[in-house]
């Protein structure tokens, strides 16, 4: 079977559940995965995996002509292309699942269960090898502390909460009277987005801090963050991999749609502030490029109630 999905980490997770049914339900089939270089890797460790195909972007769709000419040498039984892209119909397959655009206010993960028929989504899976659980043993050792973790950063300036705002809320949260009393904290975030979480780093004491930011795969993320109690981040990549982990999750809303990116899972939720996406991108002013947060809206004290109302479930 060959499984198309996208170039970003967050849809990617989301629809790695489509591909975890594949897996259930095929028990003989064997996998080729392409995906974006970045979203990748999470499927290193995927059951009878085959073959992983990385597609960085090429000029005039230089990376589809790519892959066609890699994969169209195989007789496929399947080719589920969640990228609607041209490639699914010029393949020899048995079948095809494509997705095509669904503009309803529903999650991302409702409208790629279409794509197979299923009346239930399924839940996003990782599959994580035993070398990263090793490592993340060793990044994380075992301890009667609980364990915070939060992600500051974002893919851009506009989505990230301001660090004195998620400092307060550390504060709050492991004080001797918040639920997380003496909680060490778990820092992630991708390559390249350590500056954008200087201002908050310190503001930690280094003993109470494990900072992971651009030092784990996404896999070796995926085992650290199930040692967490809780996870807090902005709309990102990381968010979904730890709602996927199974742990608590609150995600960070302004300028992007909750109702089509929020966490996915029965312990997972989104707040946002005052503001809804709508009022945020058409008001006068907003510029995607201008490097300033949309997110100032939303306050400690709101963020705070939605951490013990996710606790409370």
């Known amino acids: 079977m060959l499984f198309i999905t996208s170039n970003r980490i967050g849809d990617a997770i989301l629809s ?3 591909l975890g049914w594949l897996v259930d339900n095929y028990r003989d089939a064997t996998f080729t995965v392409a995906a974006g270089p970045a979203a990748a890797p999470l499927f290193s460790d995927i059951p009878r995996l085959e073959n992983l195909i990385s597609i960085p972007k090429q000029p005039y769709a230089g990376h589809w002509r790519k892959l066609w000419k890699t994969c169209a040498p195989s007789r496929w039984e399947m080719v589920v292309d969640l990228r609607g892209s041209a490639i ?23 409208q790629l269960a279409r794509v197979l028929n299923l009346d239930t989504p ?3 899976r990782i599959w994580c090898s035993g070398v990263r659980w090793d490592r993340a043993a060793h990044l994380v050792p075992e301890s009667d502390v609980p364990l915070l973790a939060l992600g500051p950063a974002a893919n851009w300036c506009g989505k990230q909460w301001p660090a004195p705002r998620f400092a307060e809320l550390i504060a709050r949260l492991t004080a001797p009277s918040g639920p997380f009393p003496g909680a060490r904290i778990l820092l992630f975030g991708g390559p390249g ?10 503001t930690i004491p280094e003993d109470k801090c494990i900072d ?3 030092r784990v795969d996404l896999l070796t993320a995926y085992a650290c963050l199930r040692k967490a109690a ?11 991999l730890a709602a996927a982990a199974g742990i608590p999750t609150l ?8 109702v089509h990116y929020a966490p996915w899972g029965p312990h997972a939720m989104a707040v946002r502030g005052p503001q809804s996406f709508e009022d945020i991108v058409r008001a006068p002013g907003y510029d995607h490029r201008s490097g300033q947060t949309y997110m100032t809206g939303l306050t400690v004290e709101r963020v705070h109630a939605a951490v013990m109302e996710l606790l409370a479930r």
């Open 230 to 240: 809780l996870y807090i981040g902005n709309d990102s990549g990381l968010m979904h």
């Open 16 to 18: 790695s559940g489509l």
């Open 193 to 202: 987005e350590q500056e954008m979480a200087q201002p908050l780093l310190r």
């Open 212 to 214: 992971l930011i651009g």
């Open 88 to 110: 699914s119909w010029l393949l020899w397959t048995r079948g095809r699942a494509v997705y095509t655009p669904q503009f309803t206010e529903e999650h991302r993960v409702v």
């Open 251 to 258: 995600g960070l809303f302004g300028p992007s749609k909750e």
């Open 122 to 124: 399924p839940q996003p």
